[in-house]
């Protein structure tokens, strides 16, 4: 108390207020107090103390002072107060574990077991972040003996959660700890869901009120991947502290491949087909356009045979059918970390796909019109020959049919395909010397090819351009014009706008985990703002990106 007033009133009204003190208690034998406190000794130590008040006996002050709170917030009691620990304790030497757990109106946060041949009930998870977890007290593997005094053995589980839900306040828990407990020594883990996965319509789940459901596309932390079936998750961006069930890799696997063989397969190519499970939605899609036309330039030519595609149909047979069995049984889940391009590193390429007629082009062309200097397109390849105002290298680079077969057949395209007998495709090589060259390299592509823009060397950024609402499509389309598959242009009709929204809203539902940002496109200004702005945090701003693409090579 002394050292707390003196940062504030001074030694010597302290020595007076002690004098007062002493007084009080000791009564008129003061006189010998009061010629020690006058002694000339002692007011000169009262100066050298005074004078170094402010240095170090401020800080030692602090201290004091917070030592002094914690010992009066120690001694008061706090609400709620825990029932006694029980007088008689277990005498068979089996070490017991006695928990109180307070209940709130969050559920507990483990899940327990019987084992089927002894009867005993186990812990069998304690959820990340739960109520459990947070006690440190209760562990998988702990087998319970008593639950608010009832003695659990032989009981369901079901009987035991019947318990849980009927106390009210504290719970106590008589556990035999578990003797090993397994240290969790694994490095968090982020992943992108490449499934939906509902836990409600999966039996297999041990729980379904602690499993987590998520969406092609989303982010998850795996926080707990110790069980070889079942892990913990939370999403990202993470508000809930409570992770919860998600089936492992494996497992996800495993029910992939199974719902995968159960269904009727089709040996043609002709029919989309989209299959949806209780569980997930996998995505079997015999129609992707694997050899459809393609168009990197600006050019209608190469713009039409993406609407004409089914001309270049059969031509490189083998290839159709091949990315749909890579999406179906590609990992359910894809390792990501945070990227963030080092200022000095090669920009990433700017990849944009859309619906046909949505506007893709146009945004393309828009960016690049706003500076040639930063933004440009990747040219392409042709069979067909030079037009008169067409340069080499320029337009296009102008190959002949056998060259241009051989560049496919060493996997140089990220997209080629057919048009009026005439072969078009995008290298590898023709981005990478946009990139090489300090631009940024803007594409557009077709769904097929995300697999080849996704690489550790091109880093793609990939922006979908989704149709706004259909009613708002046709309000800001009244005098925009389509090109038509005969080289001309025309005013949108009413079955144009219908086919955007429904080809938009299948390759949102197939590909949206591959999105790496969706503008709609309403208005054309507010739209290349907000490409713009897109495009810019993708080289400056750190992004959830594939980490084999980070990872040094073996
Ligand atoms: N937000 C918009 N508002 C009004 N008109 C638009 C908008 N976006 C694009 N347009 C117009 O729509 C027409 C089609 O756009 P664009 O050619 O870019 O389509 P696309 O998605 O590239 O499809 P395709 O490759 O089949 O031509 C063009 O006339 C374009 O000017």
């Given at each position: 108390h002394l050292c707390v007033c003196m940062h504030g009133t001074g030694l010597a009204q302290i020595s007076s207020h002690v004098m007062e003190e002493l007084r009080d208690s000791v009564?008129?034998?003061t006189e010998l107090l009061q010629v020690l406190l006058h002694a000339p000794w002692l007011q000169a130590l009262l100066k050298v103390s005074e004078s170094v008040e402010h240095s170090h006996v401020t800080q030692y002050i602090t201290l004091y002072a917070l030592l002094s709170v914690h010992d009066v917030v120690g001694l008061k009691d706090y609400e709620p107060v825990l029932p006694p620990l029980?007088?008689?304790?277990?005498?068979?030497?089996e070490a017991m574990r006695i928990i109180c757990l307070v209940k709130n109106n969050?559920?507990?946060?483990a899940t327990i077991r019987r084992?089927?041949?002894?009867g005993e009930i186990y812990v069998a998870r304690v959820i990340h972040g739960g109520l459990a977890d947070r006690s440190?007290?209760?562990?998988?593997?702990d087998r319970l003996v008593e639950v608010n005094g009832h003695?659990?053995?032989?009981?369901?589980p079901e009987q035991i959660i019947h318990i849980l839900v009927q106390s009210q306040g504290a719970v106590t828990f008589k556990v035999v700890p578990i003797a090993d407990r397994p240290v969790n020594t694994q490095s968090m883990l982020y992943v992108r869901a490449l499934v939906h996965y509902n836990p409600w319509q999966d039996?297999?789940?041990?729980?379904a009120h602690a499993g987590l459901a998520f969406r092609k596309g989303d982010l998850l932390?795996?926080?707990?991947?110790?069980d070889a079936l079942w892990w913990q998750a939370r999403k990202l961006?993470?508000?809930?502290?409570c992770a919860g069930l998600v089936p492992s890799a494996n497992l996800l696997k495993r029910k992939q491949r199974e719902f995968w063989w159960s269904q009727p397969k089709s040996h043609t190519c002709s029919q989309a087909r989209e299959y949806t499970d209780d569980i997930m939605t996998i995505d079997v899609n015999f129609?992707?356009?694997?050899i459809f036309g393609f168009c990197s330039g600006f050019q209608r030519s190469l713009r039409l045979c993406r609407r004409r595609g089914a001309q270049g149909r059969?031509?490189?047979?083998?290839?159709?059918g091949q990315g749909s069995f890579y999406n179906t049984l590609a990992g359910p889940y894809e390792e990501v970390v945070l990227y963030q391009r080092p200022p000095e590193d090669r920009h990433r390429l700017i990849a944009l796909l859309g619906?046909?007629?949505?506007?893709v082009n146009e945004l393309r062309r828009r960016l690049i019109e706003i500076s040639p200097q930063t933004y440009q397109g990747a040219t392409p390849h042709t069979t067909r020959t030079p037009r008169g105002h067409e340069l080499p290298g320029r337009e296009y680079h102008f190959v002949s049919r056998d060259q241009f077969k051989n560049m496919l057949y060493s996997n140089r395209f990220l997209e080629y395909g057919e048009y009026r007998r005439h072969l078009y495709g995008t290298t590898v090589e023709a981005v990478k010397a946009v990139l090489a060259s300090g631009k940024i390299c803007v594409i557009d592509i077709e769904p097929y090819a995300i697999e080849s823009v996704r690489?550790?060397?091109?880093?793609a950024y990939i922006i979908y351009i989704k149709p706004p609402p259909l009613d708002q499509l046709k309000q800001t389309r009244t005098n925009s014009q389509l090109i038509t598959g005969s080289y001309t242009s025309q005013l949108y009709k009413d079955e144009d706008f219908q086919k955007i929204v429904e080809a938009g809203r299948w390759m949102e539902q197939q590909?949206?985990?591959?999105?790496?940002c969706i503008i709609v496109n309403g208005g054309l200004q507010a739209s290349c703002v907000r490409l713009l702005m897109a495009v810019r945090r993708a080289q400056e701003e750190p992004h959830w990106v594939p980490a084999s693409w980070i990872r040094p090579t073996p």
């Amino acid at each position: 108390h002394l050292c707390v007033c003196m940062h504030g009133t001074g030694l010597a009204q302290i020595s007076s207020h002690v004098m007062e003190e002493l007084r009080d208690s000791v009564g008129s034998d003061t006189e010998l107090l009061q010629v020690l406190l006058h002694a000339p000794w002692l007011q000169a130590l009262l100066k050298v103390s005074e004078s170094v008040e402010h240095s170090h006996v401020t800080q030692y002050i602090t201290l004091y002072a917070l030592l002094s709170v914690h010992d009066v917030v120690g001694l008061k009691d706090y609400e709620p107060v825990l029932p006694p620990l029980p007088e008689t304790l277990p005498v068979d030497g089996e070490a017991m574990r006695i928990i109180c757990l307070v209940k709130n109106n969050q559920p507990l946060g483990a899940t327990i077991r019987r084992d089927e041949r002894t009867g005993e009930i186990y812990v069998a998870r304690v959820i990340h972040g739960g109520l459990a977890d947070r006690s440190g007290l209760l562990y998988a593997g702990d087998r319970l003996v008593e639950v608010n005094g009832h003695a659990v053995f032989g009981l369901e589980p079901e009987q035991i959660i019947h318990i849980l839900v009927q106390s009210q306040g504290a719970v106590t828990f008589k556990v035999v700890p578990i003797a090993d407990r397994p240290v969790n020594t694994q490095s968090m883990l982020y992943v992108r869901a490449l499934v939906h996965y509902n836990p409600w319509q999966d039996p297999a789940i041990p729980c379904a009120h602690a499993g987590l459901a998520f969406r092609k596309g989303d982010l998850l932390e795996i926080v707990d991947q110790t069980d070889a079936l079942w892990w913990q998750a939370r999403k990202l961006p993470c508000s809930a502290t409570c992770a919860g069930l998600v089936p492992s890799a494996n497992l996800l696997k495993r029910k992939q491949r199974e719902f995968w063989w159960s269904q009727p397969k089709s040996h043609t190519c002709s029919q989309a087909r989209e299959y949806t499970d209780d569980i997930m939605t996998i995505d079997v899609n015999f129609t992707e356009p694997w050899i459809f036309g393609f168009c990197s330039g600006f050019q209608r030519s190469l713009r039409l045979c993406r609407r004409r595609g089914a001309q270049g149909r059969g031509l490189f047979g083998s290839a159709c059918g091949q990315g749909s069995f890579y999406n179906t049984l590609a990992g359910p889940y894809e390792e990501v970390v945070l990227y963030q391009r080092p200022p000095e590193d090669r920009h990433r390429l700017i990849a944009l796909l859309g619906p046909s007629g949505v506007g893709v082009n146009e945004l393309r062309r828009r960016l690049i019109e706003i500076s040639p200097q930063t933004y440009q397109g990747a040219t392409p390849h042709t069979t067909r020959t030079p037009r008169g105002h067409e340069l080499p290298g320029r337009e296009y680079h102008f190959v002949s049919r056998d060259q241009f077969k051989n560049m496919l057949y060493s996997n140089r395209f990220l997209e080629y395909g057919e048009y009026r007998r005439h072969l078009y495709g995008t290298t590898v090589e023709a981005v990478k010397a946009v990139l090489a060259s300090g631009k940024i390299c803007v594409i557009d592509i077709e769904p097929y090819a995300i697999e080849s823009v996704r690489t550790r060397e091109l880093r793609a950024y990939i922006i979908y351009i989704k149709p706004p609402p259909l009613d708002q499509l046709k309000q800001t389309r009244t005098n925009s014009q389509l090109i038509t598959g005969s080289y001309t242009s025309q005013l949108y009709k009413d079955e144009d706008f219908q086919k955007i929204v429904e080809a938009g809203r299948w390759m949102e539902q197939q590909y949206r985990q591959f999105f790496d940002c969706i503008i709609v496109n309403g208005g054309l200004q507010a739209s290349c703002v907000r490409l713009l702005m897109a495009v810019r945090r993708a080289q400056e701003e750190p992004h959830w990106v594939p980490a084999s693409w980070i990872r040094p090579t073996p």
